[in-house]
């Protein structure tokens, strides 16, 4: 009787197929595999070999660096734990400044020439601050008063004082302060602050005063 031959390509596949069988069975058994390390001996496999008492067999190349933890039934290391990062502490509030109550000039006088109500140069600078202050900070009124000296009759000084104080009036309207808030008297020459006999005194009698009024 005569035996069948099994084709070539059949009992390859028969032997691979058993082989995968056994690698798998050995695999589900619990060995170690070597996964490239040359600390212990290793079979045909690719496995640990282990002794009678199931322990790994080291090979010569065996230190504690390159030994398994498994094999030597040493506990795993554990991964560091992730501790997350502190949160980044609220900004702190900016400190409320308070504005502080704005302080009223000083009162505000302009000199003139004589028998002049033209606003010298020298005082423009000091007329517009005035100006900015009342359209910014205050809402109170003023009091524009024009005095002269003693030179000439107290009607034309009278007349001459006047036009000086509406002179002032007149360049802080245009400068935006409301001509409601604005109280323009002449006093003539009763009111001197400084001797009319000398040239000095009279100079300084000459003059406007601009003064907040309550």
Aim: proline letters at 7%; one cysteine or more.
């Amino acid at each position: 009787m005569k035996t069948k031959l099994l084709p070539l390509v059949a009992v390859i596949s028969l032997a691979a197929a058993g082989s995968v069988q056994a690698h798998s069975s050995v695999e589900a058994k619990g060995d170690i595999m070597a996964e490239g390390t040359s600390a212990y001996v290793v079979d045909s496999w690719g496995r640990i070999v282990r002794d009678n008492e199931n322990r790994c067999v080291r090979s010569i190349d065996w230190s504690k660096d390159t030994a398994i933890a498994k094999c030597e039934g040493w506990e795993e290391p554990k991964p560091a734990p992730v501790v997350a990062p502190a949160p980044a502490p609220a900004p702190e509030p900016e400190p409320i400044v308070e504005k502080p109550a704005p302080v009223a000039p000083p009162k505000f006088i302009a000199h003139f020439n004589f028998d002049m109500f033209d606003i010298k140069t020298a005082d423009i600078p000091e007329l517009n601050t005035f100006a900015d202050y009342m359209n910014r900070e205050c809402t109170c009124k003023i009091a524009i008063t024009g005095h002269t000296d003693s030179a000439g009759s107290e009607a034309y000084n009278q007349k001459l004082s006047q036009e000086r104080a509406q002179e002032v009036a007149g360049y802080l309207a245009n400068h935006g302060v409301v001509t409601d808030r604005m109280i323009v008297t002449g006093a003539g020459e009763t009111n001197p602050v400084a001797d009319n006999s000398t040239k000095e005194g009279r100079a300084l009698n000459r003059r406007v005063e601009v003064e907040i009024v309550k």
